[in-house]
């Protein structure tokens, strides 16, 4: 049995010195999380939203976008 690794991505916006996060949307159909990871560290620790939580977030950030 293989397991899905988390493909980890950062946004194309995040130039903006290292202070950005990453994320790893490839776990979301199958294992409904997406983890999040500060881009600093790749080493530390994840956080794994739930996939509905991160869409969430994802929706207000851009109903917010000043």
């Given at each position: 049995m293989?397991?899905?690794?988390?493909?980890?991505?950062?946004s194309?916006?995040?130039?903006?010195?290292g202070a950005c996060?990453?994320?790893?949307?490839?776990?979301?159909?199958t294992h409904?999380?997406?983890?999040?990871r500060?881009s600093k560290?790749?080493d530390g620790?994840?956080?794994?939203?739930?996939a509905?939580?991160?869409?969430?977030?994802i929706?207000?950030?851009k109903?917010?976008q000043?």
């Amino acid at each position: 049995m293989t397991t899905e690794s988390p493909r980890w991505i950062t946004s194309s916006y995040s130039n903006n010195g290292g202070a950005c996060i990453e994320v790893a949307t490839n776990l979301a159909a199958t294992h409904g999380l997406v983890p999040v990871r500060d881009s600093k560290n790749p080493d530390g620790p994840a956080l794994n939203l739930p996939a509905r939580a991160w869409s969430a977030f994802i929706a207000l950030a851009k109903d917010t976008q000043v």
